[in-house]
């Protein structure tokens, strides 16, 4: 993972401002994000794409995509594969 230790603090104060609580993991050359809920989530896209935006904002305009995972929403190979090669923020 190419972050900084500023840039990974940025990217958890954004991601814990949104409600509720996150837990996430990110890897890739650009940012590639997965936040995962304990709590179900009403409009997953819209949160998606908030968060993406922010983090790009404050990231310079470095490329962001992010992958939600909430136990209201299918569960896809993705999600498992975030979890196993992800790197803990």
């Not at 993972?1 to 949104?18: K, Y």
């Not at 409600?19 to 890897?27: E, G, Q």
């Not at 990231?59 to 569960?75: Q, W, Y």
């Given at each position: 993972?190419?972050l ?15 409600p ?7 890897r890739?050359g650009?940012?590639d994000l ?10 997953p896209a ?16 470095r490329?962001v995509?992010?992958?939600v995972?909430a ?6 190979t ?8 992800g790197?803990?923020?």
């Amino acid at each position: 993972m190419r972050l900084t230790d500023t840039q990974r603090q940025t990217i958890q104060r954004i991601v814990h401002e949104e409600p509720p609580p996150l837990d996430d993991t990110a890897r890739g050359g650009d940012i590639d994000l997965f936040v995962e809920l304990d709590k179900p989530v009403e409009h997953p896209a819209q949160l998606s794409a908030r968060l993406s935006v922010r983090i790009m904002r404050a990231m310079h305009g470095r490329n962001v995509d992010v992958l939600v995972s909430a136990p209201n929403l299918s569960e896809q190979t993705i999600h498992k594969l975030a979890r196993e090669q992800g790197v803990r923020l």
